[in-house]
């Protein structure tokens, strides 16, 4: 099974940036899709970007153009980076790991983004 922290979360001003990172242990790392979904306050968690093990990505409209996700499978980790951040970017982000039948999740990281 794999096991999910993330780090990276913060409080920023609007238009700011932040770098999200999800370091993974467990060998099926680089075998796993990634993906980091966030819920705010009274919505539903909602996915945010995706990386495939073979490396295609995919992105929400809200943050296309804003967001990069990205993963390094030496490091056992994927990366959000999020510029240009708006305050209804504001949420927990969880990291997510899906192989076969495995499916985890990590703590979260608080992200605000003040106006």
């Known amino acids: 099974q794999v096991q999910l922290e993330e780090s990276g979360g913060g409080l920023v001003q609007a238009g700011g940036s932040l770098r999200l990172s999800c370091a993974a242990s467990g060998s099926i790392f680089r075998l796993s899709d990634m993906g980091w979904y966030r819920q705010a306050p009274g919505k539903q968690r909602e996915l945010v970007a995706v990386?495939?093990?073979?490396?295609?990505?995919n992105y929400a409209d809200s943050v296309k153009g804003r967001f990069t996700i990205s993963r390094d499978n030496a490091k056992n980790t994927v990366y959000l980076q999020m510029n240009s951040l708006k305050p209804e970017d504001t949420a927990v982000y969880s990291c997510?790991?899906?192989?076969?039948?495995?499916?985890?999740w990590g703590q979260g990281t608080q992200v605000t983004v003040s106006s």
């Open positions: 997510n790991a899906k192989y076969l039948w495995n499916d985890a």
């Open positions: 990386i495939a093990s073979g490396g295609n990505t």
